[in-house]
Structures are given as C-alpha cells and as structure tokens.
C-alpha cells in the first residue's frame, strides 16, 4: 500500500546507465521510486541496489512508446507505490545512419521512444501531479540536439524534447508543477559502448577522442546526470521551469 508521506518518482530506461544512476540518486534523496524499463526482469539490480541502502523501489516493464502499457504502469505506480508526482522521462535508443542510408523504421523507432514516449509518460503522470498541485517533470535532452552527423533522427527528437518541455512548463506551473530538459553530452553508458561499437573503434579510444573535446577533460558519469535531475527535483528549484541544462563539461560537447 502507499506510504502517503514518501514522494514518489518513476524513472524511465532505469535499468541501466543514467535511468539507473537517477534511479538510485532519487532513491537517496528520499523518494519512493518505480523503475519502469522494456522488461521488468531487467530492472532487478536498480532496484535491488535501492533496496540494499534502506530505499523503497518498484520494478515496472512497460514500452514507453505504446499508450496501453504507460497507462496501465502509471496506475499500477499509483496503486503500488503512490501518486507519481515525480517523472523523469530517460529512456533511449539510438538508430543512428547517415541520412541517405536512414530507414523509415530509425526515423519511426526514434521519435516513437523519445518523443511519443515522454508525451504518453508526461500526460499519464500529470494528472497525479495537478491533483495534488505539485510535480516535477525532467526531460532527458543532449547535446545532439544542436545537430550531430549520422543522427538526423536522434537530434530531431531530442530537439524536440526542448520544445515539449518548455511547452509543459507554461501549461502545468499553475498547478506547482515545473518541467525542465537536461542535455547530457558524452557519458560512458551501454549506449555510448553500442556508439563506439558501430564506428568500429574501441571504448576506450573513443572516449578519449570525445574526452579530447571536453572543456572539463574527463568523460562524463551517469552520477553527473542524476545530481542535475536531483537538483530540478528538490523543493528548492521550485522557481527553475522550462529551462535545458547542458550538463556536458562545457558550453557543447
Ligand atoms: P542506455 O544505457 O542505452 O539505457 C537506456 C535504457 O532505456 C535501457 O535500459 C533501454 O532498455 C531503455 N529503453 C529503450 N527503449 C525503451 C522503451 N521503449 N521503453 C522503456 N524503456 C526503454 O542509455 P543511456 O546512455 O543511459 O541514456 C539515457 C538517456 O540519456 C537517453 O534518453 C539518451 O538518449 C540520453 N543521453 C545519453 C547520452 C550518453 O552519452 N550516454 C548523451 C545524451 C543523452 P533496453 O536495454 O531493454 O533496450
């Protein structure tokens, strides 16, 4: 049953990488938190890890692009953990390809997972957040939005992002609720792995040719995304709406 003094939060792709690293941040910062990810199977660790340092932690498989399963994870949340009132839209693919090459399927499969995805989470988990006239929802955005080669898909999305979370937070800061993107430049995830795998070089070397263009000289961590999101989460960003924080180790990576 629902602990009514807990805030709750839902993490999308919170398996792994960043979802997992905010996952657990959330978890620390004292939020109930439901890991939602394709296959709840895979969600055991985030959750497990929450667990082990005294958090409360609830594994959902959904597919955030499809309307059936984001409703029904958002009640079962509802149900299980409490009203979501936090909602961190995180969840990611790449289908990366130069756009001669680019098939209608990576253009469709990366639209559905960002965009249509923090569309049907957002409008799921807004009605919680209204009702009670608080809420805070954070986008994951990236660098790619200011345009990268072989992601005409990808930047569009996450470019996109912007403008859904700048929309949100005109429409729902009456009701307490703010909104905010965050745009990562390069962390070392699975994804940044996968990046690195499709270009043919190693991790390794890959990250140090992206480390080579950071201001900061180091590669990003999944930790430095969730204390940004732990930050737009807390009571004292109350007044930050509608804004994109490039958490990149300088201005663009
Ligand atoms: P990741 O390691 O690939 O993790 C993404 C997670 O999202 C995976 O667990 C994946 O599940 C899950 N997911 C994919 N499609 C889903 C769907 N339809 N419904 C529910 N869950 C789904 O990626 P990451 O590097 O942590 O990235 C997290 C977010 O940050 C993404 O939005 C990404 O675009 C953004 N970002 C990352 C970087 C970076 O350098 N890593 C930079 C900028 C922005 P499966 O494993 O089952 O596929």
């Not at 003094?5 to 792709?13: F, K, L, Q």
């Not at 289908?95 to 209608?104: A, C, E, G, Q």
């Not at 559905?112 to 955005?141: C, P």
């Not at 795998?197 to 040719?209: I, L, Q």
């Amino acid at each position: 049953m629902p602990e009514s003094n807990t805030r709750v939060a839902i993490v999308t792709g919170a398996a792994r990488g960043i979802g997992a690293a905010t996952a657990k941040r959330l978890a620390s910062d004292g939020l109930a938190v439901a890991v939602v990810d394709l296959d709840e199977k895979q969600c055991a660790d985030t959750v497990s890890a929450i667990e082990a340092e005294g958090g409360r932690a609830l594994a959902v498989g959904a597919d955030v692009s499809d309307s059936a399963q984001v409703d029904a994870a958002v009640e079962r949340v509802a149900a299980e953990l409490g009203a979501p009132l936090v909602l961190v839209n995180n969840a990611g693919v790449l289908r990366d390809n130069l756009l001669f090459k680019m098939t209608d399927d990576d253009w469709d499969t990366v639209m559905d997972v960002h965009l249509r995805g923090s569309f049907l989470m957002s409008r799921a988990a807004q009605k919680y957040m209204t009702e009670a006239g608080w809420g805070r929802i954070v986008n994951l955005s990236s660098t790619s939005a200011l345009g990268n080669r072989g992601q005409a898909n990808y930047s569009t999305a996450k470019a996109g992002l912007q403008g859904f979370t700048k929309t949100l937070a005109i429409e729902l800061g009456k009701f307490g609720v703010t909104a905010n993107a965050i745009a990562p430049g390069f962390i070392a995830t699975d994804m940044t792995k996968a990046t690195a795998d499709r270009v043919g070089v190693s991790f390794e070397d890959f990250t140090k040719a992206a480390v080579a263009q950071i201001p900061v000289a180091r590669a990003g961590a999944p930790e430095d995304i969730a204390n940004a999101v732990s930050f737009f989460v807390g009571e004292q960003a109350g007044f930050v709406s509608g804004q994109v924080l490039y958490v990149a180790g300088g201005p663009r990576a």
